[in-house]
């Protein structure tokens, strides 16, 4: 009996041990991340986003039970990530789970609900491949979430994969907390003007759209509906142009679509026009949403089709965020003939050239900042901006354009550089008779030079090659094989710079027409300054200079070694920099070509000249930074990785994370530099000799079996001698 309550109470005893040890693992939750990257743990950027939410955040998740590979990991991680966000978030942050299963099969009251649930969101299933008793199946699931904050909503519909998941995460609820903020901020409401012709009931049938009294009444529906969600910021107006004539400054202002007709129908539509177009603004700047689709159907002329009025709810909440501003500021220089971020193909029907704009970077570019476009040949800089862009400028910049980029760069802010040393222009009997001939390259002089020079930072006029290049396939007709395009330098990890955190995980780059970047360290040394290479050619490359030639097949390495070097191609140089026009007269700003061609009378002109008689006694000042706040200045030979062969639409190949790193850095972003970086996982192999590489297939050939058999021999040697020992001392046993 003794035995049997002795037992008994020892199970007792481990039983409080179990439920205790539980429940201090429940309560005290840590867990530790032994990956590389830190990948499943959320960085220091979406730790400091939760913990300083000022309002209740909700976030939902819909995701099917049950799912196969990869997917079920995608939910799991999910939770994993929600879970520890809440370790750091403060008691505004609340997450749930909601079971949703597809419209296959039986499915209870409650799961239907949670599917009407996420309906109403925007969240709609989408279509998986699963592997079922050896059979490929496609099935529908729900895999994404909203974010609930106030009357606000924003969706990730899709989460198909864990790739870049706590950086959207993060993203996402930080763009939630910014607009509320702005949407609170602003004293103007945003105007939304329909801008909808009656006119256009006789031909409704024609273009395939409703009558536009039922048109009017869903966007009307549509915008009050977005209006009690934004705070009531808006203000909405319909506006009939067949009415008002004085609305047709507004239409070719904001672009709106016009259309015109014939007689139509043996004279029962008579001949007429009509506009329609959605158009928002706020603070002078302007948003044209399009309303109606037009399309060119070979062999059967234009067609016209009603945009989804679905998505219209989606469009103007896009439409609002750009109009306030809810990210940060960056300037991008849009004359002197810098790279165009937008364009068109359809002068180009083949597509040939599809690649040939920077559309992918403008559309990663205005995910993390708002793009404000910059004229210096106005002779002012937008007020706000922290970092100014240019990217491949051709024109030369007057005195007065440099000094307004040099004093942006003295009161603190960044300048990013991506600039190039050639223009590439055709031969003139190629112009003329439309030859496909070799281009010729002329040497670009933007006076941009004389200013880096002066902050120590000089670019070549040559361009670099590099037997590390990209391959190109070439087609079986043409002898097959690859072909080496040495003007396409390829940039191992080995020469890009990991010890800056925002270049840590960065293992690839590609360039494509790169110069070399050098810096004076004399310049340098006297500032001050601090220079950081970001990354270099490798040892293997060279340069083109003085007649250039691009041709891949007329391209030689040099024979000798020592005429190939690793080159440096980018830099970041930060610091108190000296300004170029300390010292200096205060240059003029030039007249512009409006205000020469003005013509005056000669009452006017004689009136002038008292006035500018008199003007000149009055004595201005002006006071020159003479030297910059702590500044940041980032420089490169090329714009074109900028362009859409190079940069992918996501923003997720290396290229693309190391050009927002780079912005995310001279923005004073590094923490969420460092977030968007870490979740890279391309991780090549380190390039070794080819003797090594004969040496490890050999040994792991012919070098492992020797060892095991040695190791076998030392076994048997190691038994024999125990052998030995055991007989030896039982033999001296028997003679004692």
């Known amino acids: 009996m003794k035995s049997g309550a002795a037992n008994f109470n020892k199970f007792i005893i481990y039983l409080v041990l179990i439920i205790l040890v539980n429940l201090a693992g429940v309560t005290l939750f840590f867990r530790i991340d032994l990956t590389k990257n830190k990948i499943y743990s959320i960085s220091k950027a979406s730790q400091e986003v939760v913990a300083t939410l000022s309002e209740p955040l909700t976030i939902k998740v819909f995701f099917t039970k049950n799912l196969p590979a990869p997917y079920n990991n995608t939910e799991r991680y999910l939770h994993d990530l929600l879970e520890e966000y809440a370790v750091y978030a403060n008691k505004n942050f609340n997450y749930s789970f909601y079971d949703v299963s597809p419209d296959e099969g039986d499915i209870n009251d409650k799961t239907r609900a949670n599917q009407e649930i996420a309906n109403n969101y925007g969240i709609y299933p989408v279509q998986i491949q699963a592997i079922e008793k050896d059979e490929v199946k496609f099935k529908k699931a729900y895999m994404g979430l909203v974010l609930i904050q106030g009357e606000i909503i924003e969706r990730i519909p899709t989460i198909d994969s864990t790739e870049r998941l706590e950086y959207k995460l993060t993203k996402a609820v930080q763009k939630l907390n910014n607009k509320i903020s702005a949407l609170l901020g602003i004293k103007d409401k945003i105007q939304v003007k329909l801008y909808l012709s009656s006119s256009l009931n006789a031909v409704a049938p024609y273009i395939h ?204 802010n960044s300048l990013a550089l991506f600039l190039n040393p050639f223009k590439e222009m055709p031969q003139a009997d190629q112009q003329v008779m439309g030859g496909s001939g070799e281009p010729i390259f002329v040497p670009i002089d933007t006076k941009l030079g004389k200013l880096l020079e002066h902050y120590g930072l000089s670019l070549k006029k040559s361009y670099v090659m590099d037997e590390n ?121 030039e007249k512009s070509e409006k205000d020469t061609e003005k013509k005056e009378t000669k009452d006017t002109e004689k009136e002038n000249i008292e006035k500018d008689s008199e003007s000149s006694k009055i004595k201005s000042r002006v006071e020159i930074i003479a030297k910059s706040k702590p500044a940041r200045i980032f420089i490169t030979g090329t714009s074109e990785v900028l362009k859409n062969n190079i940069l992918d639409k996501q923003g997720s190949n290396s290229n693309a994370i190391f050009v927002m790193n780079v912005l995310d850095y001279l923005n004073n972003r590094e923490d969420i530099a460092v977030m968007r970086s870490k979740e890279q996982r391309f991780n090549p192999l380190y390039e070794t000799k080819g003797s090594i590489r004969t040496f490890v297939k050999f040994f792991n050939i012919a070098g492992l079996p020797v060892l095991i058999v040695l190791f076998g021999i030392f076994v048997l040697f190691f038994r024999h001698s125990r052998k030995r020992r055991i007989e030896t001392m039982f033999s001296k046993e028997r003679e004692v």
């Open 469 to 589: 290049c990209y391959s190109q396939n070439i087609p079986s007709q043409y002898g097959g094989g690859a072909r080496p395009i040495y003007f396409a330098p390829i940039i191992k990890s080995k020469f890009i710079n990991s010890s800056l955190n925002f270049m840590n995980n960065i293992k690839e780059l590609i360039t494509l027409k790169i110069a070399p970047v050098e810096f004076a360290e004399k310049i340098i040394d006297e500032n001050d300054l601090s220079v950081k290479k970001l990354f270099s050619s490798s040892d293997n490359s060279w340069e083109m200079q003085g007649n250039i030639n691009l041709n891949p097949e007329l391209i030689r390495p040099p024979d000798k070694a020592d005429q190939k070097k690793s080159i440096p191609l980018a830099y970041i140089v930060e610091g108190q920099f000296p300004s170029y026009f300390a010292g200096k007269p205060l240059p003029l700003k």
């Open 209 to 412: 759209i409703e009558q536009p009294g039922d048109i009017q009444g869903k966007i009307e529906e549509i915008v009050k509906k977005v209006n009690d969600k934004n705070f009531e910021k808006l203000i909405y107006k319909h506006l009939d142009p067949s009415k008002d004539e004085k609305l047709k400054d507004e239409l070719k202002k904001y672009n709106v679509m016009n259309l015109n007709w014939p007689v139509l129908s043996d004279g029962k539509v008579p001949a007429g026009s009509g506009a329609i177009g959605l158009v928002m603004t706020h603070n002078g700047q302007a948003v044209t949403i399009p309303l109606l689709n037009v399309m060119s159907i070979p062999g059967f002329g234009t067609s016209y089709e009603l945009v989804n009025l679905n998505t219209m709810e989606d469009s103007i909440n896009d439409s609002i965020e750009a109009l306030i501003d809810i990210n940060q500021g960056i300037g991008y220089l849009v004359d002197h003939k810098t790279m165009p971020l937008s364009g068109t193909m359809m002068s180009d029907p083949t597509g040939q050239h599809k690649y040939d704009i920077a559309t992918n970077f403008k559309s990663i570019l205005i995910e993390n900042y708002s793009l404000k476009p910059v004229r210096l040949q106005e002779g002012v800089l937008p007020t706000g901006l922290k970092c100014l862009l240019i990217a491949g400028p051709v024109e030369p910049f007057t005195d007065y354009e440099l000094f307004l980029i040099d004093q942006f760069l003295m009161k603190g």
